[in-house]
Every structure is written in C-alpha cells, then in structure tokens.
C-alpha cells in the first residue's frame, strides 16, 4: 500500500470535486436502505465450511466472525484519528472500520468508490462475498469490484479493463460483480489502487453496534464528527423480541458443510422450536464461531464454550458420528449447545430467555445474544 507521504500533495482540480461529491454515497445509503433494491446487509456469520473437528484457520478461508455495518459516518475532508478514537469508544460499539471513498468517473459514468483494505473489508461483506476466494483475490491484485446493478449501469464485463478517472486517468481491471454490505456504494478498490486514484483518506468508518440503540448511536456520532458529516442507519435495526427470531422447519438434511446450516440443522434437529440464530449468537459472542476455543479464565473449550463439567452431561455425537464427543467439534458442540438450551426451555419463545441465562447467568449476557440473534434473523430473512 502506498504510504501517506507518498501521495500527491496539490490534487486536481477532478480529485478536489471527487472529495467535495464523497458524501453523496452515505446520503443515496438513505435511499437505498428505504428500498428493497438496497438489498439486505451481511450476516454475522460466515459461510465457510465446517470440518470434522476445528474450524479452518487457514489464510485463504472465509473470516470466522463477521459484522454487520449498522451505521456508515462520512465527512468530506475524512475522519480524524481523534474522532475515529471517540467513535470506537462510544457504548455499544463492537467494531469500527475507515474506509476511503470519492465519487470519480467509471467507463465515462459517475461512480461511488470505496477503498478498502481486503482483509479488514471481507468481515463486513455479506454471506457469498466473504466465502468467495476470489472476489478477494481479484481485489488484492488492485482490481475494481462492483455490485451487479452499478456493472450493469457502467457497462463493465469481467476481466476487461476500463477509464477510471479522478485525480488521474487510469485503466483498470474488472474483477467481477459482487454483493456489498454497504447501500449508496457502486463498488470498492483496494487501498493501494484507491491512494493512485487519488480517494480521500478515511472519507467515511463503518460502525457496527448489535446491542445498542442506533437512533441514539447515530447522534452521538453526528455530534462527534460536526455539521459537515453525515450518518446513516444501514440497518432498520430494532431489538427483536424472543417471539420474533425465525425457527427453521426445513433443515439442511445430511452432515452440515457451513456454519449456517450447522446452526439451523442442530437447532431444528436437536432442539425444535428453538431459533437457529439464537445458536449462530452464541457461537459468536462465546468464540467468533470457533476462532478463539480457549480454554477460558474459567476452563471453557470449544466454538461453544463448554465447561468440561458440562460437556461431560451434554456432549453429544452430532449428526451419526460415532465415538467420543469432542468438545473442540463444532458438529458436536453445536449440537450439545441446541440440548442444553433446550433442557432450559430453549424450544419455546415464553421460556427462551431464561434458557438463555442458564447458558451464561448474566442479564447483558441475555439481552446481547437476543440482539445478535436479531440481526441474523433480518440479515438472512
């Protein structure tokens, strides 16, 4: 990535107009989110595969733990570090992601352009996008990725090159159409190629806040970064109730091959009438879906987060395996996890709560599952 210092100083008079016109893609987000064609945001979860024992840690798989963007802040002249710092730190607040951006110039039509590191970006991207080896492999080669509607609006075919143009001219290959997590955003560089274009720094962060009231959120942040901003609700997000979280009646059939039909799977399987996000919250919030099996301060193992205690009651052989359950598996954890909940009340929204707080005995434990929970339900409706 091109450092800092290395871009230009005095930018054009096309790149002065791209940064002055950068808000525009948080405030068509408005738009889009009131309209179905926005399409809905990202699951937290990714749908990697699962194996027999622990989930890949590998370079080239889907990232464990995803986040869904429930706000995007956009100044025109970028986010300071300050005011990213008292973001981050604002209660509620999971994650926090800056990304570049501007409006330029695409195969001869106006564009929004984010750029963003690939790494940090995948967690934030809906379901196929985060599995897709490729998508990411094309965006590190500095290649231009673009919702299916903004290719067809700029009439872009894969692996051609196209004008980009903003505070220089360049060609630059298209990768392929692909899902974002972002409204208002046509399509995404990565950061070297967005500092060659000449995208204002840090124009805008992605701010994700699963257990937070949004509406009071959003102003905290508007205060934070002044009257030349502008925040957006990407997600008509409200704390679902027990009662409203979906239980899945046509489960996967046969041993799950990702983390979404494991969860619907187990749930509908081992424990009917419990909803299968109320297990993906769990498994999040206790491992990032098995990226931290610990053992816990406490002794907790695995993606679920069993005491060995427990798991000596509640191990189970998910699925037809046979022998010993592993407390590292996610095709027995899970699994276990569903019968827990259930011996618990898990199966009926009247008692849910409760079978939840005897999951882990804390109130901000409850209401935290039920919010993620929540946004499984919306994001993958």
Not at 53 to 61: D, E, M
Request: charged content about 10%.
């Amino acid at each position: 990535m091109l450092s800092l210092s290395l871009r230009r100083v005095a930018l054009t008079a096309a790149a002065a107009t791209a940064l002055s016109l950068s808000v525009s893609a948080v405030q068509a987000a408005d738009a889009a989110v009131a309209s179905p064609a926005g399409g809905a945001p990202s699951s937290h979860v990714s749908s990697g595969s699962v194996p027999s024992a622990r989930p890949p840690g590998s370079a080239g798989s889907a990232p464990r733990q995803q986040f869904v963007p429930d706000l995007i802040a956009a100044v025109p002249g970028g986010i300071t570090p300050a005011q990213l710092t008292k973001i981050r730190e604002l209660g509620g607040v999971a994650a926090v992601l800056p990304v570049d951006g501007g409006k330029v110039t695409v195969n001869g039509k106006s564009a929004d352009v984010l750029g963003v590191s690939p790494q940090a970006f995948r967690p934030w991207t809906p379901l196929a996008t985060a599995a897709s080896t490729t998508i990411w492999s094309d965006l590190s080669k500095g290649q231009l990725i673009s919702t299916a509607a903004a290719a067809k609006r700029l009439h872009l075919t894969a692996g051609q090159s196209y004008p980009v143009s903003a505070a220089v001219l360049e060609q630059v290959p298209f990768g392929k159409p692909s899902e974002l997590s972002v409204p208002g955003a046509d399509a995404i560089v990565n950061l070297t190629r967005s500092a060659e274009l000449g995208l204002a720094k840090n124009f805008a962060v992605l701010i994700n806040a699963p257990r937070d009231n949004l509406a009071s959120l959003k102003a905290q942040v508007e205060v934070i970064i002044g009257k030349g901003g502008h925040v957006v609700n990407l997600v008509a997000y409200t704390l679902n109730a027990a009662g409203s979280l979906p239980v899945e009646v046509n489960a996967p059939t046969g041993v799950p091959a990702n983390w979404i039909d494991l969860f619907k799977a187990s749930a509908a399987h081992y424990c009917p009438g419990l909803s299968w996000t109320v297990l993906a919250a769990i498994g999040e919030i206790e491992s990032g879906d098995g990226a931290n099996e610990g053992p816990s301060s406490a002794g907790a193992e695995g993606p679920m987060q069993f005491l060995p205690s427990t798991w000596a009651m509640w191990g189970t052989d998910g699925f037809g395996q046979t022998g010993t359950p592993d407390i590292l598996n996610p095709l027995d954890a899970v699994p276990a996890a569903a019968r827990l909940l259930c011996a618990s009340g898990g199966g009926s929204t009247a008692t849910l709560s409760g079978a939840i707080f005897a999951y882990n005995h804390a109130t901000w434990y409850v209401n935290e599952v039920l919010a993620l929970a929540g946004e499984y339900a919306q994001n993958n409706s």
